[in-house]
């Protein structure tokens, strides 16, 4: 995934830039950059490794090498950026988040039509960023180019400039899967993807740019360059897993969303009975709590954290990215309350059931700490197809997803045709393939909310909504 901040301004911005993109930290693991202008140098950026040390201490020292009256900040789960470029259109800083599924193509393209160069990756890839800088230079001014890079990426991009002269253009992806964020105070504008980062640095929430937007911002106000298109598909796994808790697109926050969501949850629960052979309801930490605490609210069941994540050495952003590490570590980090755990029925809420191996882990974990018996419920549909739009996913294919791994044991092949069904738990198929996870991983009971369910709790009319990776539809 990733996240990007920005501000232009009348005064040095560059302490609030950094604390603005390390907000963003939640949302990469591999790379963090900053980018400023300063009338006097002119434009400056620097990248860093954050895969084993947090941005906020690779960037401590930044002060001393960089200023400016405009900065933009990037963290970054794929390519190294913000990336400086020069071209007819001048010296510019550029970052985006977002994933552009055609990049080979489109640099074939470029090749053969400009006999131009891109720096090489490993493996020969092709950093996004520079491609996208490379077909945004193609047309004769930003708008233009941004506007045609749109139409010829597939996939998703969102897309902050800041320009020589110290201005921001800020564009939101065609159909506004993510959001972008404009805050304003009394020495100028901040750009932002999550809103709260605006908030706790001090500026007033502006306004959200529509989709494909495109805006120029400088201290003295906001011009339209784009204005925003009428369809619109933000992504609605934003609010069920990876957007922050404070956070709020389109007008709905996160955390209350997330409450909502556990509230409808657990209605079907309310209705068989179970609620009643529970003792303690919990969250599998961190994203999966505030679901467990609506659900724990409706129902009326004490909520309790039976275990606890270990995180002053082992935050998130530092875990190895070999799996078989990861698994290790995740289960290292879970810390027991055995107090909570023996004899007891517990039944946790997690974010969403993608591959489940860590999940597995977790049960086993409980059972193995004295646990009666561990229901799990996920407060999201099954999960059927791999992103194609945004990279929040390490799934690399749709057969790493455990729903649709567990469709082919159940019916071979044949199944695949029938997900519709499966993701409905009121069917038979939908029946069986929760049986059939539940047995795999350990628990006593499993269910997943309905795709009604999230769009309810969300708020916005569905047709506004991307919910590709449960129903595959665009």
């Known amino acids: 995934m990733g996240g990007f901040f920005g501000i232009t301004s009348k005064k040095d911005c560059l302490l609030d830039v ?12 591999k790379r963090g950059g900053l980018a400023a202008y300063d009338p006097e140098i002119g434009l400056q950026r620097r990248i860093h490794s954050i895969e084993n040390a947090p941005f906020r201490t690779k960037f401590e020292g930044i002060f001393s090498e960089m200023r400016g009256t405009s900065a933009i900040g990037c963290i970054s789960d794929t390519d190294p950026q913000p990336m400086l470029m020069r071209s007819h259109l001048g010296t510019y800083a550029i970052c985006t988040v977002g994933m552009i599924l055609n990049a080979d193509e489109l640099a074939d393209e ?4 400009t006999g131009g160069h891109f720096d090489a990756m490993t493996g020969g890839r092709v950093n996004t960023t520079e491609l996208a800088a490379a077909i945004i230079d193609r047309k004769p001014t930003f708008a233009e180019g ?24 800020a564009a939101r992806d065609k159909l506004g899967r993510l959001p972008v964020q404009i805050g304003k105070n009394g020495d100028g504008y901040a750009v932002s993807f999550e809103s709260f980062a605006l908030e706790k640095l001090g500026y007033e929430p502006e306004r959200e740019l529509g989709p494909g937007e495109i805006v120029q911002i400088d201290p003295d106000g906001i011009r339209v360059l784009v204005p925003p298109g009428k369809k619109k598909r933000i992504c609605a796994f934003l609010w069920s897993y990876y957007g922050y808790p404070t956070s709020t697109y389109e007008g709905v926050n996160v955390e209350i969303m997330r409450y909502r969501n556990g509230r409808k949850l657990a209605e079907k629960d309310i209705a068989s009975g179970l609620v009643d052979e529970i003792d303690y309801v919990g969250g599998v930490p961190d994203s999966g709590t505030p679901h467990a605490i609506g659900y724990a609210n409706r129902t009326g069941l004490p909520f309790a954290r039976a275990f606890i994540k270990y995180t002053p050495t082992w935050a998130r952003s530092f875990m190895p990215a070999d ?5 290790k570590i995740a289960k290292m980090k879970q810390i027991p309350v055995t107090e909570l755990i023996r004899g007891k029925d517990l039944l946790f809420v997690d974010d969403s059931i993608v591959r489940g191996t860590q999940l597995r882990e977790t049960v ?35 057969m790493e997803l455990i729903a649709r791994r567990m469709i082919v044991e159940l019916e071979g092949e044949e199944g695949l045709s029938h ?3 499966y993701s409905d738990g009121e069917t038979e198929r939908g029946k069986n393939l929760r049986k059939a996870i539940a047995e795999k991983f350990h628990f006593a009971s499993l ?19 991307c919910t590709y990776c449960w129903n595959g539809k665009e």
């Open 419 to 421: 997900l519709e069904e």
């Open 18 to 29: 950094f604390f603005g993109t390390d907000y963003h930290s939640h949302l990469g693991t």
């Open 110 to 113: 470029y090749f053969r039509e």
């Open 364 to 398: 086993d974990f409980l059972y193995e700490n004295g646990a009666k018996a561990v229901h799990m419920r996920s407060a999201c549909p099954p999960i059927m197809y791999g992103c194609k739009f945004l990279n929040f996913s390490r799934a690399t294919s749709d």
């Open 146 to 169: 941004i506007r045609y890079a749109a139409e010829r990426i597939r996939g998703t991009a969102s897309i902050l400039i800041l320009k020589e002269d110290g201005s921001l253009i």
């Open 447 to 465: 269910e997943f909310q309905s795709l009604e369910g999230v769009i309810e709790a969300i708020g916005l009319d569905p047709s506004e909504l």
């Open 323 to 327: 799996q078989t590490d990861r698994d």
